[in-house]
Each structure stands twice: as structure tokens, then as C-alpha cells.
């Protein structure tokens, strides 16, 4: 069975549009710097894990879409490099501190669930990302999934 993910992107730096643009609609989820949020790349997120893709940073904060993890947890090169804005000199090859999966655009949602909505719906008040959680990478439970899915079919 599937696990089940928030991903949180600031649409200005990655947004659900430019991933549905990308080369097979996949692309590779990098520069997660948080120790938390890479341990669950590195060590929980799998291929067949269904994403809900976040825009943030934003006026109004969103789940806006849906995206499917295709390659697990690898080696985020870049922060071997020094030309990104993601470098860290103390991650290297042989030893990288940090990692990052490939995910697939699946769908956009019939419209934007928004965060001042998902924060008024009882059941989701156990939710990480409404406890203040500022990892962009968060764990979500079928029954929060499926209800966020249920909020943007309306």
C-alpha cells in the first residue's frame, strides 16, 4: 500500500505547473535542507507513494494537485555543486548529507483546497501541517488524504 505525502513548493521556485511541463511530467524533488524532511526522503518516501503537491509562501496556501513518487530516495546532487543555490560543502558522494525522489505529475485538483479552508475542517486537526510543522516534507494519513481529495471535488 501506498504511503501518503504533502510537498510543499513555492510556486515561484517549482510550482504543479512547471512539473506537469517537465519531460514525462517528472522531475526530481531537490534542495530539501531539514533533517527531518530528509530522513523521510531518504528513508520512507517509495515508488507508488501518492504526493498532494503544496504551493506556499503565497497569499493563499494551497493543495493544488496530485503527483506519484517514481524514484526513491537518492543522493540530491546538488549539493555537490557549487553553481546551486542548494551546495553544501559538507555533503559529498561518498558521504551525501542530503536526498531527494523523482515525482510524476498525476493531476490538478478541481480546485485549490486552501489553507484557511483545511484549517476549519475538524478532522484534519491532527494534520502536520496544520500544527505548525514547517517541513516540506510532511507525512498524511489516508483519512486526511482522502478528505482533502473529497474538499476539492466540490
Known sequence: MP???????E??????????????ATEHWDGVRNYQARNFLRDEVQVGDQVLFYHSNIAEPAVVGIAEVV????P???AFDPESNYFDPKSNPEK??????????VRE???PVTLSELKTVPELSGMALLNRSRLSIQPVRKEEWDLILKLAAV
Open 3 to 9: 504511503n501518503y505525502w504533502l510537498f510543499k513548493s
Open 11 to 24: 510556486p515561484s521556485s517549482f510550482s504543479l505547473e512547471d512539473l506537469k511541463h517537465r519531460p514525462n
Open 71 to 74: 524514484r526513491a530516495g537518492y
Open 76 to 78: 540530491d546532487f546538488t
Open 96 to 105: 551525501p548529507a542530503w536526498f531527494m525522489v523523482d515525482v510524476k505529475f
Open 109 to 111: 485538483l478541481p480546485r
